[in-house]
């Protein structure tokens, strides 16, 4: 028999079909994952939805809804965004098969979210950057994308089998709504100095979340860089721009 995955959080983004809600209910019943956290969903406590997840049903009733994807993360150490799109703004994707390490790097008590988009459309460029990672299933060309309650079998699954194990250099990680909130100052100075581009911030943004993503800063690593960028803040508050000229 499987461990059960309680440390995972399920998180289905704008789901538009309550059937579907219901199947991922089973599918996450499955394999012992109770946390199941709902963006802007459609009516998830319709018949539809309690038909499809069968035994699963009191899932839905313990479902949290949010307003938006990063809302739903805030508390959680990891988040991975799943999503069969690459591309330059969604920077590396992991194979399905490499999310379970991931898994290993949560402190204790730390948990890990799953993320999943729209059926008809996925997650967006900024909603795969406001997680830790992102990760695919390979699939064949002609058919790409899979229905949504395959796709979280699929990733449940994956972890589930693989026992939960602890390395030796485990950081504590801090939660993803904190760090949000440092880059939320990093991108106010940067616009502040003109570094962005008003109209396209993500692709500089995107690049600075995936840096700090991939050093896993722990509280004190967070204080000190929140304090420096306050600090940079206070200290560019009266700079008049870039003059004509410059490089």
């Not at 028999?1 to 789901?15: K, Q, Y």
């Not at 069968?54 to 809302?71: I, K, M, W």
């Not at 590396?92 to 799953?114: C, F, H, I, N, Y």
Request: net charge neutral; aromatic share 4%.
């Amino acid at each position: 028999m499987l461990e059960s995955a309680e440390d995972l959080a399920v998180i289905l983004v704008e789901p538009q079909n309550p059937g579907n809600i219901g199947m991922v209910c089973r599918a996450m019943a499955n394999f012992g994952v109770s946390d199941l956290r709902l963006v802007n969903p459609c009516d998830y406590l319709h018949p539809e939805a309690r038909k499809f997840a069968v035994g699963a049903h009191p899932l839905l009733g313990s479902a949290r809804t949010f307003p938006n994807l990063a809302s739903a993360i805030a508390d959680l150490r990891l988040s991975v965004a799943t999503t069969r799109r690459g591309g330059r703004l969604r920077g590396e994707l992991l194979d399905l098969a490499q999310v379970p390490t991931l898994r290993a790097t949560l402190p204790t008590g730390g948990r890990m979210g799953l993320v999943f988009g729209r059926e008809d459309a996925g997650l967006t460029s900024d909603e795969v950057a406001l997680c830790s990672h992102a990760a695919t299933v390979e699939t064949c060309a002609e058919v790409g994308s899979l229905n949504l309650a395959q796709a979280v079998l699929l990733f449940v699954h994956e972890i589930a089998r693989r026992p939960m194990t602890h390395g030796e250099d485990v950081r504590e990680r801090s939660p993803q709504g904190e760090l949000e909130a440092l880059f939320g100052q990093m991108e106010k100075v940067l616009t502040r100095i003109a570094f962005l581009n008003p109209k396209r911030p993500e692709a500089v943004m995107n690049s600075l979340r995936r840096i700090h993503q991939r050093a896993a800063l722990d509280a004190r690593e967070l204080a000190m860089l929140r304090g420096i960028w306050s600090q940079i803040d206070w200290s560019c508050r009266d700079w008049r721009g870039r003059k004509r000229g410059d490089d």
